[in-house]
RNA sequence: GGGCGUGUAGCUCAGUUGGUUAGAGCAUGCGCUUGAUAAGCGCAGGGUCACAGGUUCAAAUCCUGUCACGCCCA
């Protein structure tokens, strides 16, 4: 019998399916997008709306995509959908950073003695190779954007307006050649970058050597006999260009004599036993004197074999690892050297040519034309010979060698161009306070670098770059790094204009005579082969691209948004900031959010693309996205809290996939419960006399809240309306996660736990048409409307399945997300609803449960509950009853008198009607009043 | 070593200007339902708020230090 009262229950239906199968279906949808150029009518459905660009910080052209740089891109495409919702015109053109080392390292590795044009133009083919790769990765994400017409770094246009910006550098004055210290190989004649250097266990003689104070200097130590400080090295090669001696303020360092000899020296471990006893003595006996560090940095001391004198510096750099804690400063030959000689203004010399032989500058002419590492053994001989040895180790270490030639690599002082920092600092700083850093620390963090920077280089020995417009003029026989350099605005631009036809391969494949008729130079004139940093390239997009972008020029420059990772205060965003201001005098962005990196979920450490061989988890996005789909990486991003490093495992997708079907589920439900909703409008239209203008949700909704809605409606729609102001208020805050847990609340919890709940009996047993199960309809309308909108820039596919399943025409990412309605919220309903809920947390927890561990009653509905409560509150819950009973999911309620609210469970007197299960009085036709008018005559 | 950050239940997160037994979703356990069913509902367990000091009548919340982790620099 029963079979066939369910025949006449309106059942949910729907054809969404419950099962995503998003691996399959994302896919078919992706393609049905891009057939119906669904970017390109997102952009058209917002002509003439408010301009926001989130300009694209461009992602380096080499690899598949990884999970880091998939949080980043949907970030940026959450931001975007978000805003174009918004109401926003919101167009995102995506970018690739092209040039650079590791393409032209793996180029060259792959093959070795290719001609710079070779070498570039493999290093493109490399580069477009990833780019069609990661664009078909980034667009399976569901990121939209203008994939086909993407800015490339290495496009001629681009280039040309990279070399411009040079040129306008030039034009302020802001760009000075100096030299500074590379890895040189010797083998190879070539700079070489840090991952170009391998590191190999090495033997070189490890020398004390002492430097003698000058007689004032030794009138401050004030011992008698001649006093020195001793210093200690790896590279007796460099000695020559010694410029200084560094100590630090963090060492103990003793004068002592010894054989009528003072010597000042660190209290350090590891002494050779040359030196060792004086200072196992009290520093306080006659043998010892402290040496205080203010003293320290007032002295002078003559090179031991040059006519030179130089001075003590202070410089953290030097420990008690090694050594005498005296370091010999050579800034022509080191990294720390060079920083510690930048502080110090100190010179820097290094006399050592492209081959690793001494120029005649080392100034001892028996070492000229020697290759450095064959004249320490005679250098060592040398100090010896004239008593500046005072003893001498062998001392392995391990030291960089050159990839290629295996040769040990040399530090070397070359020629390079650099921008000047200080002549635009303040204004730096001044740009960095006018922009909105999120979160807030990123202020302080870019603006702490930005003061501390030192200036720029900007000039690489690579060829995978854009050249350095700088000619050199001719000098006959000077060597090419001796000639002058013509660096000059006009030339540059005129390069530019070449470039913007030719592409920057002109630079390579054509020769010096071409270049100099070109540009109406001198015959003669020569060019190097410098190329730009290639912080250069991707720091002037906000001219090649936000300038020029037909799409994005209208911005003027600025940038509403970038976005990237914590790395970029040091990358990205500086060299853009400063770029920008140094040409324009403001800062190229309004906003500028920063996200944190991917962790390992169970170790925090750090997952990235140089772990790879060590991290044997698999970390594409593509494995991801082929194992849960790109909208359960897409919600993952959304429910993390970015700002902070991203916790991540396939786990944490497992998890998300847990959310992903609540979401699912509930959006399918709702679809389900309306399925004929709008054929009751239409009806109600025809019966309700309404206007034939009123065809409208929102007005259809009035009506059928007016004529039957009951306290859960109402309270359902209150509380939408608060959720539709969090969310909007969290997406302009870019506050994605906020969104995530405000819907899922409202989903799980308010949703199907409670009102989808509540209301089955009224939706399944009413007659079609009844009033309350249309006020019902109408509001689950509404909230399937504000849920599947309040998702899309989330759920990209999957809300947009269900938008389509609702029988609508065009794209979910074409509407705008929906506004709350002051009208429809209902403070003091809520309050009493909360009310409500914690008498049927008591009913359950007290009676309900109990009940059905013991077995007395299956379902809540074959419950009639006695409730306790105060008398004051009798007359209001009893005028409530029916509702209550039906809130509560019982078939009867009494009140009895009590203290406290306390629940009993006992039975109803009442038979069960058959078709609704609720415990009622029944009709002739054996079922209860509502059912028997639900049933056809 | 320096700068900027982070550290709340198994997981992802809330915790307003310091103030009642620290909350939610998911996961887990135990049940119910079989008219959302590769679904749904209920109840329950689970946290010395990284650690150690301090300020206060009162601290997850303020101060100091330690540890761990991240980015950048050295």
Same mark, same amino acid.
């Given at each position: 019998?029963?079979?066939?009262?369910?025949?006449?229950?309106?059942?949910?239906?729907?054809?969404?399916?419950?099962?995503?199968?998003?691996?399959?279906?994302?896919?078919?949808?992706?393609?049905?997008?891009?057939?119906?150029?669904?970017?390109?009518?997102?952009?058209?459905?917002?002509?003439?709306?408010?301009?926001?660009v989130?300009?694209?910080?461009?992602?380096?052209?080499?690899g598949?995509?990884?999970?880091?740089?998939?949080?980043?891109?949907?970030?940026?495409?959450?931001?975007?959908?978000?805003?174009?919702?918004?109401?926003?015109?919101?167009?995102?053109?995506?970018?690739?950073?092209?040039?650079?080392?590791?393409?032209?390292?793996?180029?060259?590795k792959?093959?070795?003695?290719?001609?710079?044009?070779?070498i570039?133009?493999r290093?493109?083919a490399?580069?477009?190779?990833? /780019?069609? /790769?990661?664009?078909?990765?980034?667009?399976?994400?569901?990121?939209?954007?203008?994939?086909e =017409?993407?800015?490339?770094?290495?496009a001629?246009?681009?280039?040309?307006? /990279?070399?411009?910006?040079?040129?306008?550098?030039?034009?302020?004055?802001?760009?000075?050649?100096?030299?500074?210290?590379?890895?040189?190989?010797?083998?190879?004649?070539t700079?070489?970058?840090?991952?170009?250097?391998?590191?190999?266990?090495r033997?070189?003689?490890?020398?004390y050597?002492?430097?003698?104070?000058t007689?004032?200097s030794?009138?401050?130590i004030?011992r008698s006999?001649p006093?020195?400080?001793?210093?200690?090295?790896?590279?007796p090669?460099?000695?020559?260009?010694?410029?200084?001696?560094?100590?630090?303020?963090?060492?103990?360092?003793?004068?002592?004599?010894?054989?009528?000899?003072?010597?000042?020296?660190?209290?350090?471990?590891?002494l050779?036993?040359?030196?060792?006893?004086?200072?196992?003595?009290?520093?306080?006996?006659?043998?010892?004197?402290?040496?205080?560090?203010e003293?320290?940095?007032?002295?002078?001391?003559? $090179?031991?074999?040059?006519?030179?004198?130089?001075?003590?510096?202070?410089a953290? @750099?030097?420990?008690?690892?090694?050594?005498?804690?005296?370091? $010999?400063?050579?800034?022509?030959?080191?990294?720390?050297?060079?920083i510690a000689?930048?502080?110090?203004?100190?010179?820097?010399?290094?006399?050592?040519?492209?081959?690793?032989?001494?120029?005649?500058?080392?100034?001892?002419?028996?070492?000229?034309?020697?290759?450095?590492?064959?004249?320490?053994?005679?250098?060592?001989?040398?100090?010896?010979?004239?008593?500046?040895?005072?003893?001498?180790?062998?001392?392995?270490h391990?030291?960089?060698h050159?990839?290629?030639?295996?040769?040990?690599?040399?530090?070397?002082?070359?020629?390079?161009?650099?921008?000047?920092?200080?002549?635009?600092?303040?204004?730096?700083?001044?740009?960095?306070?006018?922009?909105?850093? /999120?979160?807030?620390?990123a202020?302080?963090?870019?603006y702490?670098?930005v003061?501390?920077?030192?200036?720029?280089?900007?000039?690489?020995q690579?060829?995978?770059?854009?050249?350095?417009?700088?000619f050199?003029?001719?000098?006959g026989?000077?060597?090419?790094?001796e000639?002058?350099?013509?660096?000059?605005?006009?030339?540059?631009?005129?390069?530019?204009?070449?470039?913007?036809?030719?592409?920057?391969?002109?630079?390579?494949?054509?020769?010096?005579?071409?270049?100099?008729?070109?540009?109406?130079?001198?015959?003669?004139?020569?060019?190097?082969? =410098?190329t730009?940093?290639?912080?250069?390239?991707?720091?002037v997009?906000h001219?090649?691209?936000?300038?020029?972008h037909?799409?994005?020029?209208?911005?003027?420059?600025?940038?509403?948004?970038?976005?990237?990772?914590?790395?970029? $205060?040091?990358?990205?965003?500086?060299?853009?900031?400063?770029?920008?201001?140094?040409?324009?005098?403001?800062?190229?962005?309004?906003?500028?959010?920063?996200?944190?990196?991917?962790?390992?979920?169970?170790?925090?450490?750090?997952?990235?693309k140089?772990?790879?061989g060590?991290?044997?988890?698999?970390?594409?996005?593509?494995?991801?996205?082929?194992? @849960?789909?790109?909208?359960?990486?897409?919600?993952?991003?959304?429910?993390?809290d970015?700002?902070? =490093?991203?916790?991540?495992?396939?786990?944490?997708?497992?998890?998300?996939?847990?959310a992903?079907?609540?979401?699912?589920n509930?959006?399918?439900?709702?679809?389900?419960?309306?399925?004929?909703?709008?054929a009751?409008?239409?009806?109600?239209?025809?019966?309700g006399?309404h206007e034939?203008?009123?065809?409208?949700?929102?007005?259809?909704?009035?009506?059928?809240?007016?004529?039957?809605?009951?306290?859960?409606?109402?309270?359902v729609?209150?509380?939408?309306q608060?959720?539709?102001?969090?969310?909007?208020?969290?997406?302009?805050?870019?506050?994605?996660?906020?969104?995530?847990?405000?819907?899922?609340?409202?989903?799980?919890?308010?949703?199907?736990?409670?009102?989808?709940?509540?209301?089955?009996?009224?939706?399944?047993?009413?007659?079609?048409?009844?009033?309350r199960?249309?006020?019902?309809?109408?509001?689950? $309308?509404?909230?399937?409307?504000?849920?599947?909108?309040?998702?899309?820039?989330?759920?990209?596919?999957t809300?947009?399945?269900?938008?389509?399943?609702?029988?609508?025409?065009?794209?979910?990412h074409?509407?705008?997300?929906?506004?709350?309605?002051?009208?429809?919220?209902?403070?003091?309903?809520?309050?009493?609803?909360?009310?409500?809920?914690?008498l049927?947390?008591?009913i359950?927890?007290?009676?309900?449960?109990?009940?059905?561990?013991?077995?007395?009653i299956?379902k809540?509905l074959?419950?009639?509950?006695?409730?306790?409560?105060?008398?004051?509150?009798?007359?209001?819950l009893?005028?409530?009853?029916?509702?209550?009973?039906?809130?509560?999911i019982?078939s009867e309620?009494?009140?009895?008198?009590?203290?406290?609210?306390?629940?009993?469970?006992?039975?109803?007197?009442?038979?069960?009607?058959?078709?609704?299960?609720?415990?009622?009085?029944?009709?002739?036709?054996?079922?209860?009043?509502?059912?028997?008018?639900?049933?056809?005559?």
């Open positions: 019998m029963s079979a066939n009262y369910k025949d006449t229950l309106l059942l949910p239906k729907t054809d969404f399916p419950m099962k995503a199968d998003l691996v399959k279906r994302e896919p078919e949808r992706l393609a049905k997008w891009e057939a119906a150029g669904l970017y390109r009518q997102i952009l058209d459905a917002r002509i003439g709306a408010p301009l926001f989130l300009h694209d910080g461009p992602p380096f052209a080499n598949d995509v990884h999970m880091g740089t998939a949080l980043n891109k949907i970030l940026k495409d959450l931001v975007v959908k978000s805003r174009s919702m918004l109401g926003f015109r919101a167009p995102f053109v995506p970018g690739w950073d092209c040039h650079g080392l590791p393409i032209e390292f793996k180029v060259v792959e093959q070795r003695g290719l001609e710079p044009a070779e570039r133009r290093a493109e490399f580069a477009r190779k990833y /780019i069609d /790769i990661q664009r078909g990765q980034f667009k399976r994400l569901g990121v939209f954007g203008s994939w =017409d993407p800015y490339l770094t290495l001629p246009g681009y280039e040309a307006d /990279i070399i411009r910006a040079f040129g306008k550098l030039v034009e302020k004055g802001l760009v000075y050649q100096s030299k500074k210290p590379v890895y040189w190989s010797t083998g190879a004649q700079a070489l970058a840090e991952a170009e250097v391998e590191y190999a266990p033997t070189d003689p490890a020398i050597v002492k430097f003698r104070l007689p004032e030794e009138a401050a004030g006999g006093t020195y400080v001793v210093i200690w090295t790896t590279t090669w460099t000695l020559p260009a010694n410029v200084a001696v560094a100590f630090s303020p963090n060492l103990n360092y003793l004068a002592f004599t010894r054989n009528g000899e003072n010597y000042i020296i660190a209290q350090v471990p590891n050779p036993p040359e030196l060792e006893d004086p200072l196992r003595r009290e520093p306080t006996t006659e043998y010892a004197q402290v040496v205080k560090p003293v320290m940095a007032s002295l002078r001391y003559k $090179h031991p074999f040059l006519d030179r004198e130089s001075r003590l510096i202070e953290s @750099f030097v420990t008690a690892d090694t050594g005498s804690g005296l370091v $010999h400063v050579a800034p022509g030959h080191g990294k720390d050297d060079y000689g930048q502080a110090n203004g100190l010179p820097v010399l290094s006399p050592v040519d492209d081959f690793g032989k001494f120029t005649e500058d080392v100034g001892v002419p028996a070492w000229v034309g020697k290759y450095v590492f064959d004249a320490n053994a005679e250098i060592v001989t040398f100090l010896r010979e004239n008593g500046s040895l005072l003893a001498e180790q062998k001392y392995t391990d030291y960089p050159c990839w290629r030639s295996k040769t040990p690599i040399v530090f070397r002082a070359v020629e390079q161009f650099f921008i000047r920092i200080d002549a635009f600092r303040a204004e730096a700083l001044t740009a960095i306070d006018s922009v909105n850093w /999120i979160p807030q620390w202020r302080n963090r870019i702490g670098t003061e501390s920077r030192p200036d720029w280089c900007i000039s690489r690579r060829t995978w770059g854009v050249p350095l417009p700088v050199y003029e001719d000098s026989t000077l060597a090419g790094s000639r002058t350099p013509i660096v000059r605005a006009d030339l540059a631009a005129k390069v530019a204009d070449l470039v913007e036809n030719g592409g920057t391969n002109l630079w390579f494949e054509k020769d010096d005579a071409w270049w100099a008729a070109q540009l109406g130079l001198p015959a003669g004139t020569s060019r190097r082969n =410098d730009l940093d290639v912080w250069i390239d991707s720091g997009s001219q090649a691209v936000l300038m020029r037909p799409e994005l020029k209208a911005c003027g420059g600025v940038a509403d948004v970038y976005l990237e990772a914590t790395d970029q $205060h040091r990358g990205w965003f500086q060299s853009s900031l400063m770029t920008s201001v140094a040409l324009t005098g403001h800062a190229p962005y309004k906003t500028v959010i920063t996200h944190g990196f991917v962790v390992d979920k169970d170790t925090k450490k750090k997952v990235s140089s772990d790879q060590t991290y044997k988890k698999p970390m594409e996005a593509e494995h991801f996205v082929g194992k @849960f789909g790109a909208d359960i990486v897409r919600l993952w991003a959304a429910s993390v970015f700002t902070n =490093d991203v916790p991540f495992s396939e786990d944490s997708f497992a998890r998300t996939s847990e992903y079907r609540s979401f699912r509930v959006l399918r439900i709702l679809l389900a419960n309306i399925s004929d909703f709008e009751g409008r239409q009806e109600d239209r025809k019966g006399g034939p203008g009123m065809s409208h949700i929102p007005d259809f909704m009035a009506s059928c809240l007016k004529n039957g809605a009951t306290t859960v409606d109402r309270w729609l209150s509380k939408l608060g959720v539709i102001a969090t969310c909007r208020a969290a997406y302009e805050a870019y506050d994605f996660r906020r969104v995530f847990e405000t819907v899922n609340q409202f989903c799980t919890v308010e949703l199907s736990a409670l009102y989808v709940d509540i209301t089955k009996d009224r939706l399944y047993c009413d007659a079609a048409n009844s009033p199960r249309r006020a019902t309809q109408s509001v689950m $309308h509404a909230c399937f409307d504000a849920v599947a909108k309040l998702l899309a820039p989330i759920l990209a596919y809300a947009d399945e269900a938008w389509e399943f609702s029988g609508k025409k065009t794209s979910v074409i509407e705008k997300l929906p506004e709350a309605n002051a009208a429809l919220r209902d403070e003091a309903l809520e309050a009493k609803v909360d009310e409500w809920l914690k049927r947390a008591a359950y927890q007290q009676a309900i449960e109990p009940a059905r561990q013991a077995k007395t299956a809540s074959e419950a009639a509950i006695t409730l306790e409560v105060a008398d004051a509150q009798h007359a209001a009893n005028a409530d009853k029916a509702e209550l009973e039906e809130f509560l019982i309620l009494t009140l009895a008198s009590g203290a406290e609210p306390v629940a009993k469970v006992f039975r109803s007197g009442q038979p069960q009607c058959p078709r609704c299960w609720r415990q009622q009085p029944l009709t002739a036709k054996g079922v209860c009043t509502r059912c028997d008018e639900a049933l056809p005559a």
